[in-house]
């Protein structure tokens, strides 16, 4: 195709490092399905790619670990669409949009003081567990005890 997919920022993959499989979609379609390769395979090899730098594909290794085989491959498919066509620019927008979301770093939890109403309640509930225990605790009285 020679299109290069664009990442984000000025990050670009070129086309020449990834490879398109095509096969037969599953499902229903009758005579189309039958006999048209329309379901279409990206293969990204992620340790082999001269785009990325190690930390971009430590990243991307970490956050999408369930995508990767064995190979190193980022492995896309979709077979939603009829033509193989619509199937490729599916794969290829799911494929930028994944990378995307695996080089983006997550933003650090900011801490947040607890609220005076929690802190309240949980010490309301305390003492009425604690009275609640105590009331279930037999004391022996005077007559008991002659």
């Given at each position: ?51 990325l ?20 491959e ?33 933003e ?27 009331e ?8 008991d005890?002659?």
């Open positions: 195709m020679g299109r290069d997919i664009h990442i984000k920022g000025n990050l670009l993959i070129p086309e020449d490092e990834i490879t398109y499989a095509t096969s037969r979609s599953g499902g229903p379609g009758g005579q189309h399905a039958d006999k048209a390769d329309t379901k279409v395979t990206l293969r990204f090899p992620v340790t082999e790619s001269t785009t730098s190690t930390e971009q594909k430590r990243l991307i290794l970490d956050n999408l670990s369930n995508r990767i085989n064995k190979e190193g980022l492995l896309i498919s979709s077979q939603r669409h009829r033509s193989q066509s619509a199937n490729r620019d599916t794969v290829r927008n799911r494929f930028a949009d994944l990378l995307e979301d695996a080089l983006t770093p997550d650090p939890r900011r801490r947040t003081k607890v609220p005076r109403s929690s802190k309240t309640r949980r010490l309301r509930n305390k003492r009425k567990r604690s009275r609640r225990k105590e279930r605790t037999w004391a022996p009285s005077e007559e005890l002659f």
